[in-house]
């Protein structure tokens, strides 16, 4: 089976290139994986080519997002570090099919499935089942799934109840603030009981202050993302920053 909207992602007229942010282990400050951003090809923001994507395109778009950011990982993304991909669950057509091109390029450059974890944001509004089948399919492959935005979207509690990622990342808005604000640490305090009754790892993303990551730290979490560690680099896999 293949698709004719994202069978080679060469319909998608622009170009572009990738940044990559750090997610760290927020006590030993190693790295876990590196997200991959899309970017302009001279490292202008996202917002000079998702404006660019449209329902003609979206398909190549979301193909060709996957193997430029395994193609600048491989050899550079430093072992054993993950390559996270945001993918957009609208434009996966069947998963199986549309998956066909990333597996081809993870075995062209010797980047290993069991590297890549493959995020979605809830903030698109989705078929519960249409999600359940490309997650449950990627998994079969040996990727890693994860939920981006998580509490900013459509599903929000809801969409766990049908199906549970391996990762789920908090929106920074549950972050912003969390050191001065006693509403934002109840709700992620127990929200983070919740994900690990599940079994779901989370990372909080969007951490920009020292305060925001000490209070983190003390509510347990484990995997942190955000300007406090490092920024985005444009097509480098930058060290962060360790904070005391």
């Known amino acids: 089976m293949s698709c004719a909207g994202c069978r ?43 404006g660019a994507v449209d ?29 996270s991909i945001n993918f957009m669950p609208n434009a996966v057509y069947e998963p199986r099919a549309c998956i066909r091109l990333t597996l081809a390029t993870a075995e062209r450059v010797g980047f290993p ?5 493959f995020e979605f944001t809830e903030d698109e509004r989705m078929d519960p089942a249409h999600i359940l089948n490309i997650i449950r399919t990627y998994r079969e492959i040996g990727f890693a799934t994860a939920i981006d935005d998580f509490g900013a979207g459509h599903a929000g509690l809801g969409l766990l109840t049908r199906f549970q990622p391996d990762i789920v990342k908090l929106d920074m808005n549950l972050i912003r603030d969390i ?12 929200t983070l009981a919740m994900l690990a009754d599940l079994g779901i790892t989370t990372i ?25 560690l490092a920024r985005p680099a444009f097509e480098r896999f930058e060290t962060p920053r360790m904070v005391a």
């Not at 050191?179 to 127990?190: K, W």
Request: charged share 25%; proline share 4%; aromatic share 8%.
């Open 113 to 117: 499935l069991d590297r890549i974890i």
């Open 204 to 228: 909080c993303e969007g951490v920009e202050t020292s305060g925001e990551l000490a209070v983190l730290r003390d509510l347990g979490v484990e995997l942190i993302q955000g300007y406090v």
């Open 8 to 50: 080679d992602g060469r319909a998608f007229p622009h170009s572009f290139s990738m940044a990559f942010q750090p997610i760290v282990h927020a006590a030993s400050g190693e790295v876990f994986a590196y997200e991959a951003l899309v970017r302009g090809p001279a490292g202008e923001s996202a917002a000079t080519v998702l």
């Open 55 to 83: 329902d003609t395109n979206r398909y190549a778009f979301d193909q060709q997002c996957r193997v430029k950011a395994i193609e600048l990982a491989a050899g550079r993304a430093p072992a054993p570090a993950r390559l």
């Open 179 to 190: 050191d001065t604000d006693r509403a934002r640490r109840i709700v992620v305090r127990h």
